[in-house]
């Protein structure tokens, strides 16, 4: 025996091998039945392309745009100011492949076919599982049309980069790039999401621009080309475009204070930012700030389902990855019942979370057409936002158990997974503010109610314990005394009753059924992994493998 034999210790035994690299769309039933459910299966070429590379290419250079943060560099070498914020090359490909293929545009890009942001709502889920930090600029760049088209002069100029395909980082003025980002500056320090409190000024110039004096305490993606924005008019709180560089080439007198230093979300800067005479485009009309931009933050929060949605799914997949090739006494971790409960009872949340995520984006699809749609929209988007984002982090905790301690450890991806659960539930909105639009809406739009309650008429008798749901909820809404006091359990109740809806309507009756008997009928516990023992668990963790 040589002298190194003698001192081997062991065997690496009963460890799962690595993750492989799989196709995030084609191996995931859940997310493709919900996309033909809602029309956009057209779009399948364009997501098996993207899905190859959400779960294959894009998952390393996720983890390493993440462990590699953003550096602001105020000045360069020679005292100039600069204010530059240098990414890795990792999260500069994350980018430029998540544009190639639409993120970021492929609803308006195919603008008028049914599906289309369903399809694009697609994208948005694969990418976000691979690395979410890219998503808050494709996010705000896809939802800022709307807002730009509240002043032709400036759509015209700016939508056809901020709809094109070819990533552009360079700083240089937006007129010479092949494509542009938009970013948000909304929220100061003294007000957070009470904006009408902001106090950046928006002076006129006599060339008809204004320029900004004020601040932002956060700044969402500082290198984006141009910012919306919100200051105070003359006429009051107005939105304007305050582009990064203004068309000589010089830079615009935005100065980054600082880079925020976040709980997670690594791989995207968010900042502070001071106007000093920063110039501005009005965008809309004057004062009406808030209905200008109104569009712009439904379309972000339908993100914040997506991407909430997005992560509970990764985490899932770890688990039952894991839980295939690890044994505990005598046998694979995922055939122990109470194992296969946790795993079931986590799968059925993450399809009712994509299942409520895809209604929503055709809601959105059709609320030109539709008046009914519209209303949908409007209510399901703050109910979903409240909801799923508040379900992401304490599903990603528990699918960190199901892997143990390696779960907690850097080297899987779950804590990077923790660090973003709980971004969505706070960014666009608390679940206070969603709370509170649900109830705004109910109030001054009752077609908004009436819309919810249709919703779940329309799958009356198919479940009994979600039709005396949808009767409480007729009953509650038509009681407004207390209602601020008690609406995050009425909104609770109302994504609840959605969810089930959502997935009576889906091709698998199993599922849905034990939603309703679960979430509604109040047969489990408080905990995941309390179903029913003699619910179709094994149906629901083969739906939720991946395919393939």
């Not at 666009?428 to 009752?446: A, F, I, M, W, Y």
């Not at 005394?481 to 698998?508: F, H, I, N, P």
Request: charge should be neutral; hydrophobic fraction near 40%; include cysteine.
């Amino acid at each position: 025996m040589s002298q190194r034999a003698q001192f081997i210790t062991h065997d690496v035994q009963n460890q799962p091998d690595p993750m492989p690299a799989y196709n995030a769309w084609l191996g995931d039933r859940p997310l493709r039945q919900a996309v033909e459910r809602e029309g956009g299966a057209w779009a399948a070429g364009t997501l098996t392309m993207y899905g190859s590379l959400a779960g294959g290419a894009l998952m390393e250079l996720g983890a390493q745009a993440n462990e590699n943060r953003p550096q602001l560099q105020s000045f360069d070498r020679y005292g100039r100011r600069i204010d530059e914020v240098a990414f890795h090359p990792a999260y500069h490909e994350v980018m430029r492949q998540a544009m190639h293929f639409g993120v970021h545009s492929f609803a308006w890009r195919n603008a008028g076919q049914p599906g289309a942001h369903v399809a694009r709502a697609a994208l948005m889920y694969m990418g976000s599982q691979a690395e979410a930090g890219t998503s808050c600029p494709l996010t705000m760049t896809y939802a800022s049309v709307p807002a730009l088209r509240h002043a032709p002069d400036l759509a015209a100029e700016w939508l056809p980069r901020v709809t094109a395909l070819e990533y552009d980082p360079r700083s240089i003025p937006a007129g010479h790039k092949t494509a542009c980002t938009i970013g948000m500056g909304m929220t100061e320090k003294q007000g957070g999401s009470d904006v009408r409190s902001n106090t950046t000024r928006a002076i006129r110039q006599r060339d008809g621009g204004y320029e900004l004096v004020g601040h932002k305490f956060f700044f969402s993606a500082p290198m984006c080309d141009a910012h919306l924005v919100l200051a105070q008019a003359e006429g009051g709180l107005s939105c304007f475009l305050v582009p990064r560089f203004l068309p000589d080439g010089t830079r615009n007198a935005v100065e980054i204070q600082r880079l925020k230093d976040k709980l997670g979300d690594w791989s995207n800067a968010s900042a502070e930012v001071e106007f000093l005479g920063a110039s501005a485009s009005m965008v809309g009309h004057e004062g009406r700030g808030v209905a200008t931009i109104i569009e712009m933050v439904a379309l972000t929060r339908l993100d914040c389902m997506i991407g909430s949605a997005a992560l509970m799914r990764q985490a899932l997949v770890q688990a039952l990855h894991h839980t295939s090739q690890r044994r505990a006494f005598g046998r694979l971790l995922i055939d122990q019942p109470l194992m296969r409960n946790v795993l079931a009872d986590l799968a059925l949340e993450s399809e009712a979370a994509v299942a409520l995520a895809m209604r929503v984006a055709r809601a959105v699809d059709s609320t030109t057409s539709n008046k009914e749609e519209a209303a949908f929209a409007r209510i399901a988007t703050a109910i979903g936002k409240y909801w799923i984002c508040k379900r992401c982090p304490p599903m990603v905790n528990e699918a960190q158990e199901c892997l143990g301690g390696i779960g907690y450890v850097e080297e899987s991806n779950l804590p990077r997974l923790y660090r973003q659960a709980p971004l969505n539930s706070i960014w666009e909105g608390s679940g206070n503010v969603q709370c509170l639009d649900v109830l705004r809406t109910l109030k001054k739009e009752p077609d908004g109610a009436q819309a919810l309650l249709g919703e779940l008429a329309t799958v009356r008798g198919r479940s009994t314990d979600l039709d005396r749901e949808a009767e409480w909820l007729a009953a509650t809404f038509a009681d407004t005394d207390g209602l601020e006091a008690r609406s995050r359990r009425v909104v609770e109740r109302a994504a609840l009753a959605l969810q089930a809806t959502v997935l009576l309507k889906g091709d698998d009756p199993p599922v849905a059924e034990t939603f309703c008997r679960s979430r509604l009928g109040g047969d489990r516990g408080l905990a995941f992994g309390t179903l029913d023992p003699h619910a179709p668990l094994s149906a629901l963790i083969r739906r939720a493998t991946i395919d393939g």
